[in-house]
């Protein structure tokens, strides 16, 4: 019998769990969504009276502000919450396990567990149980076993695998129109019911022929695969820019060159400083790991080398900087414009501009830092994270936060440009060239800004992927 899913609770209102199932309330108003969380002060924001929202999302304030209240709702209270869904989302953090068997490469399935073992414990009725968060492949398996093992008299649970495929900055419109929604469950008749379920929920506004139905295991397999994939074109594209830089090569050219070819495609090709965000390494490293375990040592170095390259990028990048300044930054004031891993999120998680602040402080570089999202206090958690025995006073003596980009650039000897965000394209950069010392440099490592107007002004710039 197929489930009319009628009230919907989701573990987890973080990046995933908050805009998710925001969008599901908004385009489902007859079915009831709950969102909890362990942690009081998220939950406190997401329900905060002027929508200052934990995460910054383009249009998610707009979706949150018309279902809050009506059929959304966010709570600690995650009991309640299991007991009345009857399809319950697992959107928890699975990070790389630091310690133990795996550590560095593995996923921490801990919080799954956890979470998993509550659902348990606490649900009197038959339940939905779907893993939204990525996870190994086989994860689902384990969850079935801890809540069979643990289900109360006549309470029976269906898991399925649904992932998500969103990208920070433009989740709301990638959950409004997704590529595809991906659902897996086991081939028996109750799996399938089950899967119905879900497919009907999605059916509300995404079309049919998007909603694909695989087995568990594929779908699992296919979240790794999807970030693998996307990060390996991005290790590919900022390999040849490493070729390019030593050819006179353009790197924009050779990728719309190359994404012209309808089999390769246009997307997703920007060479840049690294990668960054919260999945692709975690994920990659994940599927490392798998490959590991399956005994296959060929399979886990290949992916392996995805990640080996966007770190050379990285280094490649800080160490251009350094030559360029006359092989020495010790004491030179230099601006980092852009903290977050990428534009329009306030997001830091694994992003590029840490590590290059972390390596021009280790050279004993002044660093003024602006990000116009991210928050203070992060960016000194995530940089007391990388210097070793540092606290956010020590750093302080050598790093500065600046109120704006014109600011951060202030007699300054070079301007990094380390995230996307397009005020750097449009801020008056003749102002920033005369407030500079020179000879004034420039170092985009986001192909922003128009070379050749800087380079009128009197900059010297250079510029990931291009050979002057
Ligand atoms: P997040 O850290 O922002 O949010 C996870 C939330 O789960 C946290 O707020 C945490 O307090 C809460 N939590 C953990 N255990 C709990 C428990 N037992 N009960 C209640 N709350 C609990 O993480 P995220 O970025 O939303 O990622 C979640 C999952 O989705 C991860 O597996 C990630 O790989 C995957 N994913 C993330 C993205 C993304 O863009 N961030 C996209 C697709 C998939
Ligand atoms: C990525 C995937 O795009 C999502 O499909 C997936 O759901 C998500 O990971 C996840 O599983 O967490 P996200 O990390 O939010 O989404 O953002 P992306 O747009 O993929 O960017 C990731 C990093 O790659 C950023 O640092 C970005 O600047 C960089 N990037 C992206 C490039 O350097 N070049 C490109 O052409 C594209």
Known sequence: MVVNVTKICCIGAGYVGGPTCAVIALKCPQIQVTIVDLNKARIDAWNSPDFQLPIYEPGLEDVVRKARGRNLFFSTDVDKAIQEADLIFVSVNTPTKKAGVGAGFAADLNYVELATRQIARVANSSKIVVEKSTVPCRTAESMRTILEANSKPNVRFDILSNPEFLAEGTAINDLFAPDRVLIGSLQSAEGKAACAALTNVYANWVPKERILNVGLWSSELSKLAANAMLAQRISSINALSAICEATGANIDEVANAVGYDSRVGPKFLKASVGFGG??????ILNLVYLSESLHLPEVAAYWRQVVDMNEYQKRRFSQTVVDTLFNTITGKRIAVLGFAFKADTGDTRESAAITLIKNFHSERALINVYDPK???????????????????????????????????????????????????????????????????????????????????????????????
């Open 374 to 468: 991210v928050e203070h206090a992060q960016i000194w958690q995530d940089l007391t994270e990388v210097v070793p025995g540092s606290t956010a006073e020590s750093l302080k003596k050598t790093i500065t936060i600046s109120p704006s980009a014109l600011e951060a650039c202030k007699n300054v000897e070079a301007v990094i440009i380390a995230t996307e965000w397009s005020e750097f394209k449009t801020i008056d950069w003749q102002k920033v060239y005369d407030g500079m010392n020179k000879p004034a440099f420039v170092f985009d490592g986001r192909l922003l800004v128009d070379a050749e107007k800087l380079r009128k002004i009197g900059f010297k710039v250079t510029t990931i992927g291009r050979g002057e």
């Open 278 to 283: 919260s999945c692709f390494q975690k994920d």
